[in-house]
C-alpha cells in the first residue's frame, strides 16, 4: 500500500479553518471541495492516458488524453458526497458509483445501506473519496467492494487519517494495488473511534443533521 502525506501550507491552512469548530457548514462544504481539488492532483498522479494526435494552430503534436475504460469516483455516502463536485472538476469524464455506510457508533463496524456500482469493474481505475479515514473500517469495506468487481487499482483520498485506520488499511488490503491520499495524518482515534486532534462528525459538518 502507498501511502502520500500531504506536505503544502495551503493544505495546511485550509485543514486548520476545517478543524475550528466555529467553522460554519456553508464554508466547512466550499473548504472540502477546494481541498479534495489540491489532493486529486496527488491522487490522480497515476491515471492512465493514452497517446492522441491534436493539431495546433501551429503545428501538428502528440498529447495524451484519459484513458479508457474510464476512471471511475465513489463517494462514501455520506461525508464523501462533499468531495465529489472537487473530485470530478479534475476528471470530469470519470464514471461515478456510489456507497452509503454508515459506522455504527457502538461497534464501529461499517453497515452498508446503498450501493449502486457498476457490476464489472475489472480493468477500472477507481478513486475512493471519503473524508475521515478512523479505524478504517468504512475504507476497507469500501475496497473489498470494487476489487471483489474486478477493480485493478484504488486510490482513495481523504481529508484527515489515524495511523491505526491506515495499520488497519495496509493488513486488509495485502496484495492488492491500493493508494491512499491524505491530507493529514492525525496523532491518534480517542476511545469513541474519533479521530483527534480531527474535526469532529464529517457527515455532520457538512450537512448539518444531528444524530
Ligand atoms: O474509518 P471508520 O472508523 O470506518 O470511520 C470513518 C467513516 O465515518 C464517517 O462516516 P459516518 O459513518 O459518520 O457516516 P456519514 O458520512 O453518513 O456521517 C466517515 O465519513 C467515514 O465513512
Ligand atoms: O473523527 C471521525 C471519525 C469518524 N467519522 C467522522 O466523521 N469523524
Ligand atoms: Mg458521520
Redo the contacts with the bound molecule.
Keep these: 500500500m502507498r501511502v502520500h502525506i500531504a506536505d503544502h501550507p495551503l493544505i495546511t491552512h485550509k485543514l486548520t479553518v476545517l478543524r475550528d469548530k466555529h467553522t460554519p457548514s456553508p464554508t466547512f462544504r466550499q473548504l472540502t471541495e477546494e481541498l479534495v481539488t489540491l489532493l486529486a492532483y496527488e491522487a490522480t498522479r497515476n491515471v492512465r492516458v493514452t497517446p492522441v494526435q491534436i493539431e495546433t494552430p501551429v503545428a501538428q503534436t502528440m498529447g495524451v488524453a484519459i484513458a479508457t475504460p474510464r476512471p471511475i469516483v465513489v463517494p462514501?455516502?455520506?461525508?464523501?458526497l462533499g468531495m465529489l463536485e472537487g473530485m470530478t472538476r479534475l476528471l470530469p469524464t470519470a464514471e461515478v458509483g456510489f456507497l452509503?455506510?454508515?459506522?455504527d457508533?457502538e461497534t464501529?463496524?461499517?453497515v452498508t445501506y446503498a450501493e449502486r456500482l457498476p457490476d464489472d469493474l475489472s480493468n477500472r481505475q477507481c478513486f475512493v473519496i471519503?473524508?475521515?479515514?478512523?479505524?478504517?473500517?468504512?475504507?476497507?469495506?469500501a475496497i473489498d467492494y470494487l476489487f471483489d468487481r474486478g477493480a485493478v487499482d484504488v486510490t482513495a483520498v481523504c481529508l484527515l487519517g489515524?495511523p491505526e485506520?491506515l495499520a488497519a488499511t495496509e493488513e486488509a488490503t495485502k496484495g492488492r494495488d491500493v493508494t491512499i491520499v491524505l491530507g493529514a495524518l492525525d496523532e491518534r482515534?480517542n476511545e469513541k473511534?474519533y479521530i483527534v486532534p480531527g474535526l469532529g462528525?464529517?457527515?455532520?459538518r457538512?450537512?448539518g443533521?444531528a444524530h
Design positions: 462514501i455516502l455520506r461525508a464523501g452509503g455506510l454508515v459506522r457508533e464501529l463496524q461499517p471519503d473524508p475521515m479515514l478512523a479505524t478504517g473500517g468504512s475504507l476497507i469495506a489515524t485506520g482515534l473511534g462528525d464529517a457527515g455532520d457538512l450537512y443533521l
